[in-house]
């Protein structure tokens, strides 16, 4: 069954029954799974749809487009692209979006000029992106789509910063429960914390966690606690709270984790 997955900031709004509607109609059996539709506007629902889209789409079969349409506006220095990488396809506006969504280069990457913007000049969803995810999954080749287009775009994956006693991190998402991921990963802190005690600070030093918790009803309700998530990143989060809202966190908040010499 060919499937095609949809991320946008469009809401509730007729557009995503639109695009859901030419899909339908061009292939029938096709199924439309929702990523999501809750994308900010600008910079920042660039790197929301990059976290959604990049810790998801290897759990769908091979073949799957995924159409991402988040700032999507068209320029000469953002056209529309389609991406082939690890089995999957990508279409979306060049943004910067394609050098987040992997962490090398893709297998191939072509500049849409297949399709034209006229018809929807403001949602190439409708226009460009929905009709180029037809054309892949009825096995089109994405070479058919438009000439190789190598310069798409680098915004640099921001890193969490490591020496030898402390890794420094920034929030790179806050979920649906008001959870803050940040870009520390599971690998980084075990390599450098080596067992170690350590303390992560929320906030500077004003709150601070000193275990990894497995589950989040091992802490006690309203307490701070941290788990990694199931993409291996450190989250950190308040038992039946929401901890962005509750501490004031956005993107890019600094969360430190401190590793102490074993007496």
């Known amino acids: 069954m060919a499937v095609i997955t949809l ?24 199924q439309v799974v929702d990523l999501s539709h809750q994308a900010p506007a600008f910079n920042t629902g660039i790197l929301y749809a990059a976290y959604m ?27 529309f692209v389609a991406a082939y990488n690890n089995g999957h396809y990508f279409t979306g506006t060049d943004n910067g979006i394609f050098d987040l969504l992997f962490d090398s280069v893709p297998e191939a990457v072509v500049r849409i000029e297949k399709f034209k913007d006229d018809a929807s000049p403001n949602y190439p969803a409708i226009s460009v992106f929905a009709p180029a995810a037809v054309h892949l ?25 490591v020496d030898e006693s402390q890794i420094t991190g920034t929030i790179i998402h806050i979920n649906a429960f008001g959870n803050v991921i940040t870009n520390i990963t599971r690998d980084d802190f075990e390599r450098v914390g080596k067992g170690r005690p350590f303390e992560i600070m929320v906030q500077s030093t004003r709150y601070k966690i000193n275990r990894i918790n497995r589950y989040f009803h091992e802490t006690s309700r309203g307490e701070l606690l941290a788990v ?27 969360i430190i984790v401190k590793f102490f010499i074993q007496k």
């Open 7 to 30: 991320t946008t900031g469009w809401r509730d709004d007729f557009y995503v029954a639109a695009v859901k509607g030419i899909l339908l109609s061009a292939v029938p059996s096709v």
């Open 53 to 79: 889209v990049k810790h998801s789409y290897a759990y769908f079969p091979k073949g799957t487009v995924h159409i991402i349409s988040v700032a999507s506006e068209y320029s000469n220095s953002a056209p």
């Open 137 to 161: 999954v009825n096995g089109g080749d994405i070479a058919e789509l438009g000439s190789a287009y190598a310069d798409y775009q680098r915004m640099g994956t921001v890193l969490a910063t």
């Open 228 to 254: 990694f998530n199931i993409s291996g990143y450190l989250e950190i989060a308040i038992n039946k709270g929401k901890v962005a809202s509750l501490l004031q966190l956005s993107l890019d908040s600094n």
